[in-house]
């Protein structure tokens, strides 16, 4: 179900409470519970703002350094390739939803790259003279080739989303389809329709005083570029060349700082960011047989907390912020991350405060705040377990901790000293296990004097439950009743152990003998369930973390490295795994691995055909960690932490970096090929030729994602770090391409320059 059909389903629910109410009972209501579709329209709108003004930040930015009717063609691109993109969704089984407007948003920017250095390209020809469509052909042409591998290199760089597996994969599989269809479409319109709108373009040589004001500021600020470029840029490229060994250093030095920023921890990761629900719900689970008036007690004891928190939240923030309470005792209909929602179990309650929605309530009345807050009144349940679940994550604990091993009292032993180990780490919260104490049971065990009468297990078991539950003889229909017959003991004989002592046994030559005599019964615990992974059982021990408080990676590398190898060293039978987020993470990177290896070999390839060299295309692909930096950067800036969705933004640079190194390059190959220029001056006339286009397409790519990241409200922020890391990347990937790129040819240059002397060196 798309995000349009559950905004539709809640619509319809909804006018139908508003028809029924009229005629119900006295006494009784119909209201909306955990109304979803709010926050899916929130989102949305979030989301279709940031794509709106995105878009029109990206028309200002080319109006302001483009002619406009050159800008004006450009951005025709955008709204043409939108809507080939909504054309194709269909096929693909996408709807418009969060993510495949998040997809545009990500797009928007890029979707113009191709045709600013297409129509910069045209009109730079059309400045000297000649006929119009002519200098379209030349100019598209001129470019065609570096701007076409540009832009299936961006397309190759967001295959790694749609090869995740699991449910995540069908997930960004959406934004990774959008994107590519979009530039798809992008990558035609520039090519075919642009060059044949500039051919129309004619005076483009009319002395400035016949425009109006708006027209000549334009001009002014195009013009200032210009000479930005000429004099400032041209000075410090000439500079940075000729100490291009020191200045090369320093972006080596600043790279290793990063990297060391990152693997001394220094930065925090967390695996997938947390979705701030309107919910905090308390689950309550006692050991299995609990009986329901005891559950309900505690139940109720979580529920005057709730109500507790209501009250100081709404004489606090207003009479709206906190909403409604709901208690379930016997069940927990809203489940859990081991699964889905359960009922009829006495052991279990559930206790839910619904609060005012995350747009509109104080920012201090978060979700994690309530729940600390609840946490506090409740207190500690003897005997119970209780988790506190305030966000809509979905992969599992952020802590899960597997034992596996043949002896479950010795796994509930290990899990016990786990726990304790778990409650030394700061931020680790709600600590539980997957085991549930059963109820009590009756363990038959046949004597040796048994085997010699024929005697077996099944056949124990078998004459006991058929004496105390009992054997079905009859079954008939009585009217519409389904009747049973069964044959057992009297309900008198059926009440005491007594009774199982005195029973007689059955053996298979048909002799009867007393229980005492060929059995031993002792009193045990039932397990409700037992689990098991390549036959061995397993208990999993389960943790949650507050972030900005406890840092998780640093939990997992010591349970990994340190503390369970150590623990385990006297259990060599058991072993142990990490589960739940952790493994969804390690599938991810997996995966991603492997697609990243695969990506870079085909961009590689590509611009191995592009520059005709096996050693060029390592000259663009050095940009790509170094754009790495940026995207790092950019999130220490802001204060955020890394997440799996900004490593799926460091994805996307490998694709969007390259384009602007790959022309840059193309032009001093051309000139040197073409024009016979020497290097210096190749690499000197690309910087002046190519920083407009380079400059406008990071500028246009950064302003479609800047509504997006100054976007505050809360439903926007778990797609936010994708957009921080290629935003950021893409800044810095800018000064990479306008200056580490031609001082990496001029070294690569010297390499080989100095390779060609040594062997001739070496055979004179």
Do not use: C
């Not at 009784?28 to 109304?35: E, I, N, Y």
């Amino acid at each position: 179900v798309g995000d349009q059909d559950v905004i539709e389903i809640a619509t319809i629910v909804k006018d139908y409470i508003e028809r029924s109410a009229a005629s119900l009972p006295e006494g009784v209501s119909l209201t909306v519970w955990d109304d979803m579709s709010k926050t899916i329209s929130d989102r949305l709108s979030t989301l279709s703002s940031s794509l709106m003004w995105g878009g029109l930040l990206v028309f200002l930015i080319l109006a302001l350094f483009l002619r406009f009717s050159v800008a004006a063609f450009v951005a025709i691109g955008v709204p043409v390739s939108f809507l080939g993109g909504l054309a194709l969704m269909p096929i693909f089984g996408i709807s418009l939803n969060l993510l495949s407007t998040f997809a545009f948003i990500m797009v928007l920017g890029i979707v113009v790259d191709d045709a600013i250095v297409t129509g910069e390209n045209i009109f730079r020809h059309m400045r000297k003279g000649g006929d119009p469509t002519e200098a379209a052909i030349k100019g598209t042409h001129e470019v065609s080739v570096p701007v076409t591998f540009g832009v299936l290199t961006t397309m190759i760089a967001f295959i790694p989303l749609m090869m995740i597996p699991g449910r995540r994969g069908a997930f960004f599989s959406v934004i990774a389809v959008v994107i590519i269809v979009v530039l798809g479409f992008s990558l035609v319109q520039s090519k075919l329709v642009l060059p044949a709108h500039m051919s129309y373009l004619t005076h483009l040589g009319e002395r400035r005083k016949k425009h109006g004001f708006i027209i000549r500021t334009q001009r002014k600020i195009a013009d200032g570029l210009e000479w930005f470029i000429h004099v400032v840029y041209r000075k410090m490229l000439h500079g940075a060349i000729k100490n291009r060994y020191s200045v090369t250093s320093v972006f080596v030095v600043i790279f290793v700082l990063m990297l060391a920023v990152i693997f001394t921890g220094r930065m925090q990761f967390f695996f997938f960011p947390r979705i701030e629900g309107d919910t905090v719900t308390v689950k309550l689970n006692m050991p299995v047989g609990t009986p329901v008036e005891i559950t309900e007690g505690y139940v109720r004891q979580i529920n005057g907390a709730a109500v507790s928190v209501k009250k100081e939240l709404n004489e606090q923030y207003g009479d709206t912020t906190a909403l409604n309470i709901l208690m379930t005792v016997g069940g927990q209909p809203f489940g859990d991350r081991r699964g889905g929602g359960s009922s009829g179990q006495s052991h279990q309650g559930e206790v839910m405060l619904e609060l005012e929605s995350s747009e509109t309530r104080h920012p201090e009345v978060s979700a994690p705040n309530v729940s600390n807050m609840w946490r506090d009144k409740v207190g500690i349940i003897p005997g119970g377990e209780i988790s506190y679940i305030f966000s809509r994550s979905g992969v599992g604990a952020p802590i899960d901790v597997q034992l596996s091993g043949p002896d479950f009292d010795q796994l509930d032993e290990l899990a016990a000293l786990i726990k304790v180990q778990l409650e030394t780490y700061p931020g680790v919260v709600d600590i539980a296990d997957s085991f549930e104490s059963g109820k009590d049971e009756l363990k038959l065990k046949l004597k040796p004097a048994a085997t010699n009468l024929g005697l077996t297990p099944e056949d124990l078991a078998r004459q006991v439950r058929r004496a105390f539950y009992g054997q079905q003889a009859q079954r008939f229909q009585r009217g519409r009743d389904d009747i049973r017959v069964m044959v057992r003991y009297p309900y008198e004989e059926r009440r005491s152990l007594d009774n199982l002592e005195n029973m007689r046994i059955r053996t298979p030559n048909g002799q009867q003998v007393p229980f005492a005599e060929v059995a031993d019964v002792e009193m045990g615990k039932s397990l409700p369930s037992i689990r098991r992974v390549d036959r061995n059982r397993i208990l999993s021990i389960t943790a949650d973390i507050e972030e900005g408080v406890g840092d998780v990676e640093v939990v997992k590398a010591d349970l990994v490295e340190n503390y369970l190898p150590e623990l385990l060293l006297t259990h060599p039978e058991v072993s142990f795994s990490l589960e739940g987020e952790a493994r969804e993470q390690r599938e991810s990177f997996e995966s991603l691995q492997y697609s990243v290896i695969m990506v870079l070999f085909a961009i590689y390839g590509m611009l191995a055909i592009v520059f005709r060299s096996y050693i060029q295309p390592l000259i663009v692909m050095l940009i790509i960690p170094f754009s790495v930096i940026g995207a790092i950067g950019f999130h220490l800036i802001r204060g955020d932490m890394l997440s799996i969705m900004s490593v799926f933004g460091m994805l996307a640079l490998m694709g969007v970096v390259v384009n602007d190194s790959l022309v840059l390059v193309d032009y001093i190959n051309r000139k040197r090929k073409l024009d016979n220029f020497s290097l210096l001056r190749a690499i000197s006339y690309a910087g002046d030729a190519r920083f407009r286009p380079i400059f406008l397409t990071s500028l246009t790519t950064i302003g479609g994602l800047t509504p997006l990241l100054l976007e505050k409200s809360k439903q926007a922020q778990f797609l936010m770090p994708m957009a921080v890391s290629l935003a950021g990347g893409i800044a810095f990937a800018t000064f990479l391409t306008l200056f580490l790129v031609p001082m990496v040819y001029l070294i690569f240059e010297d390499i080989g320059r100095g390779i060609r002397k040594a062997y001739a060196w070496w055979i004179s």
